[in-house]
């Protein structure tokens, strides 16, 4: 079975656009500069880019080749450097406590995977560090503006809330936003955000 990212990725073109996610660019402030973020499920780039534009110190994780080259080639037009990294984030491993902040954008993994790869976030960063996710939930099937067709890749808000128990609960969303990223994201749909203190 080939890579579907891996070749949604191949065009030239940057299908969730070339600018950040809204939430990541609202929500940027709290991290402090110069600091390390790694950005899970990260596509084309354009969170990374964005965040190494502002002075961080940005690591890119994604299980499609083509879209971590795609990554490289506009953190080059901008100028900043990204590390970039293979990874499949249901069943390899990512360092432990070595980031001061990570990030995932519309990570979809299917039900059975999703916590494994929301731990995986939370284990990245150090002690006192932030995780950032905005995702779509599972009324996002309804809405036809972006995301996966089935429930079982969307998430469901009462899973995300157990999750984040026993942390420091920053931002918590539920609910319509709109979203113009590129052709494969635009219109209100329905997300989830959380914001994260480990």
Known sequence: MGNPWHERFGSEEYVYGEEPNLFIKKQSNRLEKGKKVVCFAEGEGRNAVYLAREGYEVTAYDYALNGLKKT????QRYGVNITTKQKDLIQ???PVEEFDAAIMVFGH???QDQKTVFDKLVSAVKPGGIVMMEVYSEDQVRYGTGGPKTIDMLYDPVD???WVKGYKTLHFFYGEEERIE???HTGVGHIIQAI???
């Open 72 to 75: 490289e080639k506009l953190a």
């Open 92 to 94: 390899e491993q990512v």
């Open 109 to 111: 993994f299917s039900k």
């Open 160 to 162: 995300l809330l157990q």
């Open 182 to 184: 590129g052709q494969l």
């Open 196 to 198: 994260i203190e480990k």
